[in-house]
């Protein structure tokens, strides 16, 4: 029994996907200290502590809401979609799930609150807009293909990094939103491109993200628009100021980008085919993120 709970309890997690908050708030303290901001230590790590729980709020809710419509049972499983299973496998643990989500929300609550009272009012919109993210995305955003595709970026781009840029320095800054930008294209093509395979089963039950809604030649065509604006947004931060030259080393990523839209394009239309490039996809998406926070440290 106890194995069946740890099951559902570490598969909603979706564990593996965990990397993913860590790099984005990297890049709110990287431009925290490039604002002249000193990092408090409790706060770094109540910050990092509420991107991860946040993140995994969005993910037990979503398997358990996967599980309760039926999807789930319609999806196949790959290393970036169709969920973890694990609900499946144990369905009389499924309320685990729910558990973990619920609760990984309310104590992303408290940390919002907390931040809040010695920080300001200011940072209120921030934390009300995340919050919101999360309760309504696998049941009311999915159903919107503008707000699907940009939730997911606006989340861990604009909410994460100049959330945590204002948490440690008081302020928010321009150069926090020009840095944002970055996880906001990235991310945004991250769960663009891990829609691909559940295609079918995502319209069976009620979903209408963009690729169901366009189709999946358009949204290549996104998705590689998005790696082009990613980092002509990193140029556009360097010559408008706002973020220093050596961040320009995160332009090195713009080879496997375009390596990675090359395989996209041709394996679309074939999930086996287009694993592969999903998880380069990843690999894309983080060694951007560490670079460019990287680079601007050390530009102070």
């Given at each position: 029994m106890k194995d069946n709970k740890k099951s559902v309890a570490l598969g909603s997690m979706r564990i593996p996907f965990l990397v993913l908050p860590p790099t984005c708030v990297g890049l709110g303290v990287a431009t925290a200290l490039y604002s002249g901001g000193t990092i408090d230590i409790l706060h770094l790590v109540l910050v990092l502590v509420g991107a991860v729980l946040a993140h995994i709020s969005v993910n037990a809710l979503n398997e358990y809401d996967d599980f309760k419509t039926g999807l789930d049972f319609k999806t196949i499983q790959t290393p970036f979609s169709g969920g973890s299973k694990a609900i499946p496998e144990n369905?009389?643990?499924?309320?685990?799930?729910?558990?973990?989500?619920?609760?990984?929300?309310?104590?992303?609550?408290?940390?919002?609150?907390?931040?809040?009272?010695?920080?300001?009012?200011?940072?209120?919109?921030?934390?009300?807009?995340?919050?919101?993210?999360?309760?309504?995305?696998?049941?009311?955003?999915?159903?919107?293909?503008?707000?699907?595709?940009?939730?997911?970026?606006?989340?861990?781009?604009?909410?994460?990094?100049?959330?945590?840029?204002?948490?440690?320095?008081?302020?928010?800054?321009?150069?926090?939103?020009?840095?944002?930008?970055?996880?906001?294209?990235?991310?945004?093509?991250?769960?663009?491109?891990?829609?691909?395979?559940?295609?079918?089963?995502?319209?069976?039950?009620?979903?209408?993200?963009?690729?169901?809604?366009?189709?999946?030649?358009?949204c290549v065509i996104i998705y590689g628009l998005f790696l082009a604006l990613t980092y002509f947004s990193i140029v556009a931060g360097w010559l408008l100021g706002l973020i220093p030259v050596q961040s320009l080393i995160s332009l090195i990523c713009a080879v496997l980008a375009i390596y990675t839209f090359a395989g996209v394009k041709k394996n679309a239309d074939s999930i086996a085919d287009l694993i592969p490039f999903m998880g380069k996809n990843v690999v894309l998406i983080l060694a951007t993120h560490i670079l460019l926070a990287l680079g601007i440290i050390l530009g102070i």
């Amino acid at each position: 029994m106890k194995d069946n709970k740890k099951s559902v309890a570490l598969g909603s997690m979706r564990i593996p996907f965990l990397v993913l908050p860590p790099t984005c708030v990297g890049l709110g303290v990287a431009t925290a200290l490039y604002s002249g901001g000193t990092i408090d230590i409790l706060h770094l790590v109540l910050v990092l502590v509420g991107a991860v729980l946040a993140h995994i709020s969005v993910n037990a809710l979503n398997e358990y809401d996967d599980f309760k419509t039926g999807l789930d049972f319609k999806t196949i499983q790959t290393p970036f979609s169709g969920g973890s299973k694990a609900i499946p496998e144990n369905p009389e643990k499924a309320h685990h799930a729910l558990i973990i989500g619920v609760g990984s929300l309310v104590i992303t609550i408290l940390i919002g609150f907390y931040f809040i009272y010695v920080r300001g009012w200011l940072l209120l919109p921030v934390g009300l807009s995340g919050v919101l993210i999360m309760m309504a995305y696998t049941k009311w955003i999915t159903k919107s293909p503008i707000l699907c595709l940009i939730a997911p970026g606006l989340g861990f781009g604009h909410l994460m990094v100049m959330g945590t840029n204002f948490v440690l320095t008081g302020t928010y800054s321009w150069t926090s939103f020009a840095v944002s930008m970055v996880p906001f294209f990235l991310v945004s093509d991250l769960l663009l491109l891990n829609q691909f395979p559940d295609i079918d089963p995502d319209r069976e039950i009620g979903r209408k993200h963009l690729p169901i809604a366009v189709g999946k030649k358009t949204c290549v065509i996104i998705y590689g628009l998005f790696l082009a604006l990613t980092y002509f947004s990193i140029v556009a931060g360097w010559l408008l100021g706002l973020i220093p030259v050596q961040s320009l080393i995160s332009l090195i990523c713009a080879v496997l980008a375009i390596y990675t839209f090359a395989g996209v394009k041709k394996n679309a239309d074939s999930i086996a085919d287009l694993i592969p490039f999903m998880g380069k996809n990843v690999v894309l998406i983080l060694a951007t993120h560490i670079l460019l926070a990287l680079g601007i440290i050390l530009g102070i």
